[in-house]
């Protein structure tokens, strides 16, 4: 064990709109948090630009300066905010101990996990290149910046399905690209699919490149893979919905979790198979994923940190 070793009462280990809200009740119920960051300070949320579906900002509000007020909000009240990353956790025994980029120890009576979710990207150079300029990996975050336009989207499942007839709402048209010969949605969706007409699906079919003036998405190569015919889609828009990879890996044999790695917590809760952890925002939602519902999440863990630690002190344990 390293040398620099800290007690505090309450852990928050990452930065999105779970962490920042988990830390704002936390911190009024001065149980005195103390945050980190992660690598990602703000999360998914920073990596998008206009939010316009979250509640309280009607005329809509870009993702970093969001997640600035939460983090200015969640400061105001005590919490302590710093960078840095988790590397190891022991929950064996309390107080949890936490290890910070392998060399600081965190002793703390409870700890919120709060540590996101990354969207998959297909890898192409172009696709980060109009992150935010065209490409998304969120058609309901995104979806209504192209009304009436023609837009693509790539996957195969049941997110991609409900992504593409989201979108068939709003867009001219939707193209569809599908790399296997078949959907691996549900019955359900590839029918709701099927049966919208403005979808039309591509199967077989690889994206080569992302296509733009510099400034936006112009278009898509895109290339059957059977018969390796090339072509163009024109298109101002292109949604990546290939799936998501909760950030839990550093709990992987300590805390329970599905075969995709989503944190598994109490029905109606936030409590995780160890007395003292919570989990919340998209660490645990695979279903949601949205900024106010991981927010909600959050105010829910921080709570039951609350009552937990009152429950402790009185010996009910």
Known sequence: MSQDTEHVQCLIIGSGPAGYTAAIYAARADLKPVMYTGMVPGGQLTQTTDVENFPGYPDGIMGPEMMEDFRKQAERFGTQIRFGYVTKVDFSSTPHKVIIDEEKTITADTVIIATGASAKWLGLE??????????????????FFFKGQDVAIVGAGDTAAEEATYLAKLCKKVHMLVRRDEFRASKAMQNR????????IHYNTDTEEILGDGKNVTGIRVSNNLTKEKKVLDVTGFFVAIGHNPNTEIFKGILDMDETGYLITEADSTKTNIPGVFACGDAQDKLWRQAVTAAGT?????????RYLAAAEHGSH
């Open 298 to 306: 959050g105010c829910m863990a921080a709570l039951e940190a609350e």
């Open 193 to 200: 699919v099927l049966n919208t007409p403005n979808i039309e």
């Open 126 to 143: 172009s696709e980060q290149k109009y992150n935010g300029f065209g490409v998304s990996a969120c058609a309901v975050c995104d979806g």
